[in-house]
T-cell receptor, first 110, second 118 residues
Framework: QKEVEQDPGPLSVPEGAIVSLNCTYS??????FMWYRQYSRKGPELLMY????GNKEDGRFTAQVDKSSKYISLFIRDSQPSDSATYLC??????????FGAGTRLTVKP | GAVVSQHPSWVICKSGTSVKIECRSL??????MFWYRQFPKQSLMLMAT?????????EQGVEKDKFLINHASLTLSTLTVTSAHPEDSSFYIC??????????????FGAGSRLTVL
């Protein structure tokens, strides 16, 4: 079993749809949970960062962490074509190296 | 926010030559930098952890003599792919963790370097 599981997709939605991206993990020690967005041939950029369980909202993006279920989600409201990218979940314990999901390729069609 | 600069963004070289990729933290000091490799449509694979002033720690299966890492200062780490072969063609990405300021618990990534070995 991989430490972090993420459906690679691809996921295709129409513009304006609500997108739900998810990851599950096996290591209950993970404390920090991140979502990165990676455009083609670019480095990942940090979208959302959450410590422990709970929700965090930033504009059209909402990150949720459920540590009891070892499940994290990223919701994108009113999706735009510019949101088309690969979304990587990541998590870590303290300042140790980060573990990444496989990344989900999202396409938002106009 | 923290910025990591990576250079070159794209390099093409002949088989057997060596290529150096630089990773710089522009507005913060990075005691630790990480080097990743990413194949098309796959996730990031950690190659090594680079600590300023000490030897890099390589992940299992990564040849340290093939992928030389030097972290000579708090703002610069370099990855040298020695005697490159076509199978080394990949997207190499560095990231840095700050020394304790804002964002100490997250990584900032460079834009990546695409290596093509002919």
């Amino acid at each position: 079993q991989k430490e972090v599981e993420q459906d690679p997709g691809p996921l295709s939605v129409p513009e304006g749809a609500i997108v739900s991206l998810n990851c599950t993990y096996s290591n209950s020690a993970f404390q920090y949970f991140m979502w990165y967005r990676q455009y083609s041939r670019k480095g990942p950029e940090l979208l959302m960062y959450t410590y422990s369980s709970g929700n965090k909202e930033d504009g059209r993006f909402t990150a949720q962490v459920d540590k009891s279920s070892k499940y994290i989600s990223l919701f994108i409201r009113d999706s735009q074509p510019s949101d088309s990218a690969t979304y990587l979940c990541a998590m870590k314990v303290g300042n140790n190296d980060m573990r990444f999901g496989a990344g989900t390729r999202l396409t938002v069609k106009p | 926010g923290a910025v990591v600069s990576q250079h070159p963004s794209w390099v093409i070289c002949k088989s057997g030559t060596s290529v150096k990729i630089e990773c710089r933290s522009l507005d913060f000091q990075a005691t630790t930098m990480f080097w990743y490799r990413q194949f098309p449509k796959q996730s990031l694979m950690l190659m090594a952890t680079s600590n300023e002033g000490s030897k890099a720690t390589y992940e299992q299966g990564v040849e340290k003599d093939k992928f030389l890492i030097n972290h000579a200062s708090l703002t610069l780490s370099t990855l040298t792919v020695t005697s490159a072969h076509p199978e080394d063609s990949s997207f190499y990405i560095c990231s840095a963790i700050s020394a304790g300021g804002t964002g100490a618990n997250v990584l900032t990534f460079g834009a990546g370097s695409r290596l093509t070995v002919l």
